[in-house]
């Protein structure tokens, strides 16, 4: 640490400032962790669902008799429908082995879905800067296919986007709230401060030393103080995080969360403590320059 000739061994900042900036930075990275591995999941279901439709053709009626060739007709139909509306690129039927795959992590990797009810299904790739006339897609669809069950991720991915839009938006006023947070409680360390050693600070100051240096004195500190605490808290998280990212991958929910930050998201994880650390020195900084001119 600088060397200081305030003596602050008495300070009751000594070991406040550490456990608030480890119990803040500890807050804060989670809460951001979270954020940011929300904003990278959903970015990655909307790149990846968005330009894309999904039609399905029941093999069963409601009875459970099959359908048998109508369903070859049927299929046919919708390809045609499909491939001729504008903004559409292409369309597919899924196979056997296509459809295995996608039931996989509900069936397991060895059902067999040929023995099960489930409808043909139709995968729709989408231009996704083409307006896409949905609507007269489903009326086509109902005119001549009526058993064809249209689902356009489109419609579901509105509102998830709106729920993710808003963890993001709440995210941040809890950011916002941790740091003002940090520096109310930065001021008020600093003032108990600067009252317990106003006799030493009166005395440096009748040695010559001006406002500026006893100034640069408690802000250094502050920082240092801080960034010691911050960085414990930082490494408190990454255990945590750890232990999230395992529960998700054992419990098979690689495809709802996105399980790793990335390089650039690390950067501003870690960036966190030196933040608050710099928080902490600009509010100190202020906080004695303030009470010096009115004190002394």
Known sequence: MTKSNIFFTTDPAKLFLPWMSMLMTFIAVLVLAGGMATYSSVTRWQRTVSGSLTVQIPTYTELGASRGEMVDREIETTLTILRSSEGVLGATVLSDRQMSDLMAPWLGENAVITELPLPKLIDVTVDPNSRLDIAQIKSDLATQVPSAILDSHRIWLTPLLRISSGI?????????????????????????????????????????????????????????????????????????????????????????????????????????????????????????????????
Do not use: C
Not at 231 to 241: A, E, Q, V, W, Y
Not at 249 to 273: E, H, M, T, Y
């Open 168 to 296: 993001i938006k709440l995210i941040g006023f809890i950011l916002v709230l941790l740091s003002l947070t940090a520096a109310f409680t930065v001021i008020y360390a600093t003032r108990t401060s600067l009252t317990v050693h106003e006799p030493v600070i009166a005395l440096v100051h009748m040695m010559g030393a001006g406002d500026l240096y006893v100034t640069q004195q408690y802000a250094s500190r502050s920082f240092q103080l801080t960034l010691l605490g911050s960085l414990f808290g930082f490494f408190l998280t990454l255990p945590i995080m750890a232990g999230v990212s395992f529960f998700i991958q054992g419990a098979s929910f690689d495809f709802i969360l996105k399980q790793s930050l990335s390089l650039g998201q690390w950067a501003v994880l870690l960036s966190v403590p030196f933040l608050l650390s710099v928080l902490a020195f600009i509010t100190t900084f202020k906080t004695v320059m303030n009470y010096l001119k009115r004190f002394l």
